[in-house]
Each structure stands twice: as C-alpha cells, then as structure tokens.
C-alpha cells in the first residue's frame, strides 16, 4: 500500500516490500505518470498558498485502507479527495486569517502557547463594520449607579500577563488565531461561531444541557455577579463547559438576541483546556450573526491590559482557595451600547447597540449558571463536568458558585435580583440550589460530574 503526506513541507511515500518489488519489474504507464505529474503540481501550489497549514491540513489515502495520522479512515472511506476543493478551503482560511489577526506593534508568547498582539485600538477587527469604519473607540460611559468606586483597580487575573506583560498605551492585546484553531471548527465559514440552534430553558437542545439561575417578567438594563474560575474535564474537541451570564431579548426562536460573558473550557476553539475569558453575541439564535470574542466584527474592545480569549489564572481547587472573577454588563443609557466590566471597575469594551434588534432597548431575561455539549461518546452520557465537577450539595470549597446576582434597572441602578428561579435539565448529571444571605445576596451553587451512577 501507499500512503502519502505532508511533514515537515515534505512530501513522504510509505511503501511496502510487496509494492516495491513490483514497480521494479514493469515500467510505469502513462496513468500512473500522470498522476504523479499533478500531484507534484498541486504539492507546489499549496506550498505557494501558506506552508504551515500544509502538514495539518494535507494527508490523504491512495488506498480505502490505509490510515492518516490526520484524519480518520473512517472519514476518508467516505470522501473523494478533491484538489481544486482542498485548494479553495485553503485560500478561505487565509483570507480569513488575514481578515482576523491585524498588524502588530508587539507581541507576547504566554505560557500556555498562546500568541498576544497588541493592536492599535482603531485597527481592531471591530471596525472592519461598515458601521464603524473610520471610528475611534468611545470614551468610558457613566457607571451603574451603587457600584463601589474604590474599588476600581486592576487585578492580574490572566496567564499571558503574569510575568508583567502589558500592552503599549492606544493598543489593546488580542489572542492570534492559527491555521490549526480554524481547522478544528466545522468549516471556515462556522469557525468562531456557537452551533446554530432553537434555545429552550425547559429542557436541553442539540445535547447542550444546562443548570442556570434565571429573572424574567421585566425590562432588564444589565446585570452583575462574581464566578467562581475552575478547570473542569472536557472528554472530547467536540464538547466545552462554560460557566457565564445570558443578557436575553426576543423569543427563543431565529429572533433570539443575546449578549453573553463568562469563562469556558473549549477545546475546538483553543486548541487545550485551559479555563478562559470570553464573551459572545447574536441577533438570529447563533445562526448567521455574532461570534466569540473579536473573531468577527461587533464587540469593540477599548482596554490593553484584558485579552478576549486568554487563559484565566489562578483557579479555585477543590478543598482548597476559590478564586472569582466579577462580571458586569449594562446599557450606557447615553448612547445605548452594552458594556463589559470585568473584574473591580476595569472597563473591557462595548456591544455597540446597532448590533441588535430586541436589546436596542432593554432585555427581557438574564440568566447565569453553567452549560455544556453531551456528545454522548460512546453512545452513554457524557463525562465532560460543569463548573468544579461536583454537585450542588457539596457547597463551598467543593462546588461551583455566583454569588452577588444583580440586574440594572431603568435608573441604571444595580438592584437585588427578585424571584430568582434554579433550573437543571438534567438534575442527575448536573444540579443547582440556590439561596440568600446577607453576605453573597442572592447566589447558586451548580454544576456535576456529568456521566455517574444516576446519569448513565
């Protein structure tokens, strides 16, 4: 058999004896000659399109049962390898590449692998929209009234800055997407992109399965809580855990838009399990709008200190130190962009309010709680854990929490929440208890190990 791929730029031929043996006795016909002749000459094109995405992207089978280290045979057995098709999905991924990571003044190496750009601010993916083209980030908005000025200081809470890394003045840092990040999505097009799908909070959809603390039945401006950061086990790159808050308006149907923030293990998208920062938005149900972090243009990032994507350290362990991170969104009442404040009083950016039909006014719910994907491997529920891994009922220390759950109000005025409800869709593989006191106000305690005993 043959197999042939691409390592190291090099085209490489694996033959066995047998083979071998017979190329020597019998002269090539023109069919095999001509078929070596455009191989050799789509070899050179792609060399000429981008050589690193070569060795990740390029291995394919001359026979239905030899095995690429790359992809699957039992993916190959179905696919005719199409070089024009190949070519096409290669010159996409560039230009998308190109469209992503804009011009550096500086760069840092984290020690998680990760790559940070620092960016002029003006030149951020953002304003590529035609609807910003030409602009400049806005000015810092009046803060939602019953937040604590003096607490407005920067805390180093992110592993690619810990060793004082900070991004020059007029920049902001911005985590570089590789060939290898896109090649693990669906398609170039889907890369950065939540799956499509109708959101129900009654019951789990497409196997995403949450437990989530949730308001609605008012006109909601914002809202504020403090999460817990942990690392929780994702089994397989077709899963993530996430724990954030849902800014909600709409139906639950392709008019669903939301605003979102958190922190999240996703292996698709970043290539490890680290825990990291991100946010999201969409106006159709994660249909055609809206993108994590700044793979897209919509979020306008104004700080150089907090990079969308980078990996969140340190974390809570179990029977050991906790570590929070306090999140808040709310409507400038001003001019009517979304904002993101992450941390004590550190301004990350803006949603700007043209993004979205039903929040150009207010949202009708805010949810917060955990979520994941049951890919149900092996046909049993999946092990990927919410939050720390474990139930509800272990508490503090042990289980993941929010704590400190507030809406902003028409007055921009941070409120306590009122008539807070829990939901598990799945109470076996992974629950929720709430409850209140004088210290956290209102709070939840979620998450679970996924696949045990009573969740087979």
């Known amino acids: 058999m043959v197999v042939m791929c691409w390592k190291s730029n090099r085209l490489c031929y694996f033959d066995d004896r047998r083979r071998r043996q017979h190329q020597r006795k019998q002269q090539r016909d023109s069919t095999e000659e001509t078929r070596r002749e455009n191989f050799t000459a789509m070899a050179s094109s792609w060399s000429n399109v981008s050589s690193p995405i070569i060795p990740l992207l390029v291995c394919f089978l001359l026979v239905s049962s030899s095995i690429c280290p790359v992809v699957h045979a039992a993916e190959m057995a179905n696919q005719t390898f199409n070089p024009e098709q190949q070519l096409k999905k290669l010159k996409n991924m560039k230009a998308r590449l190109r469209k992503i990571n804009k011009p550096a003044l500086k760069t840092f190496q984290s020690p998680d692998g990760d790559l940070i750009d620092c960016v002029l601010s003006h030149q951020q993916p953002a304003f590529d929209h035609p609807r910003l083209k030409g602009q400049k980030p806005l000015d810092p908005p009046e803060r939602p009234k019953g937040l604590n000025p003096t607490s407005m200081i920067h805390e180093n809470s992110q592993l690619w800055s810990l060793s ?18 896109v090649l693990r999505a669906s398609s170039v097009r889907r890369y950065g992109r939540k799956t499509p799908r109708h959101v129900r909070r009654d019951s789990s959809s497409n196997g995403h399965e949450h437990a989530v603390g949730y308001v609605s039945g008012d006109q909601y401006y914002g809202a504020k809580a403090s999460i817990n950061v942990w690392a929780p086990k994702v089994v397989n790159q077709y899963e993530f855990s996430l724990s954030q808050m849902w800014v909600i308006s709409g139906s639950f149907g392709d008019d669903l ?29 994660y249909q055609a ?21 980078a990996a969140i350290s340190p974390t809570s362990g179990y029977n050991g130190g906790q570590f929070d991170i306090s999140l808040l969104i709310w409507k400038d009442p001003k001019h009517g962009n979304w904002w993101l404040e992450f941390g004590n009083g550190v301004l990350v950016g803006y949603w700007p309010s043209f993004l979205f039909t039903h929040l150009q006014d207010h949202a009708s719910m805010v949810q917060f709680g955990g979520e994941v994907v049951n890919s149900r491997p092996s046909g049993s529920h999946t092990a990927t854990q919410m939050g720390s891994g474990h139930f509800a009922g272990e508490g503090f220390g ?49 998450g679970g190990p996924g696949r045990n005993v009573r969740c087979p």
Do not use: M
């Not at 958190?262 to 969409?282: A, C, H, I, K, M």
């Not at 709008?289 to 994507?309: E, H, K, M, P, W």
């Open 289 to 309: 709008t809206g993108c994590y972090n700044l793979l897209c243009s919509g979020f306008v990032q104004t700080n150089s200190r907090i990079a969308i994507g």
């Open 257 to 285: 838009n939301t605003i979102e923030a958190g922190w999240q293990v996703s292996p698709e998208l970043y290539g490890d399990n680290y825990p990291r920062f991100f946010t999201y938005w969409t106006t159709d149900a």
């Open 398 to 446: 042990k289980a993941s929490y929010f704590r400190n759950l507030q809406v902003v109000d028409w007055d921009n005025s941070l409120i306590p929440l009122s008539n807070l409800k829990v939901l598990a869709d799945h109470p076996n593989c992974y629950d929720i208890q709430g409850g209140i006191n004088n210290f956290w106000g209102n709070y939840f305690y979620y």
């Open 164 to 181: 004082g890394n900070i991004c020059p003045d007029d920049t902001i840092p911005i985590r570089r997407t590789r060939e290898q990040d």
